[in-house]
């Protein structure tokens, strides 16, 4: 049974920062920065112009260079009190 929730909004704001909305109404912006150094398919969005390329797909996170985030992982981040940049909208 499926039952997490899936990104249904994601949008670029600055530098390495993106708002993104859950079909639960869960919202808000988070700094994907440290993403960067996780890896060589990461390291292509060091580009600030690839990295706003952000979209969904599946309800996850992606980028066309291949690079994604899993949406329980975005979620954990989002509702984390230690999360690297959260303003709930």
Not at 15 to 42: H, M, Q, R, T
Not at 47 to 74: H, M, N, Y
Request: glycine share 8%.
């Amino acid at each position: 049974m499926w039952d997490m929730n899936e990104i249904v909004r994601v949008r670029h704001v600055r530098d390495y920062v993106c708002y993104v909305e859950f079909d639960d109404g869960l919202s808000g912006e988070i700094d994907l920065i440290a993403y960067l150094n996780k890896g060589p398919v990461f390291a292509a969005l060091a580009d600030i112009e690839a990295f706003k390329q952000v979209g969904i797909d599946g309800g996850t996170l992606s980028w066309p260079s291949g690079a994604d985030i899993a949406p329980e992982r975005v979620y954990e981040l989002l509702c984390s009190p230690s999360a690297p940049l959260k303003t709930f909208k």
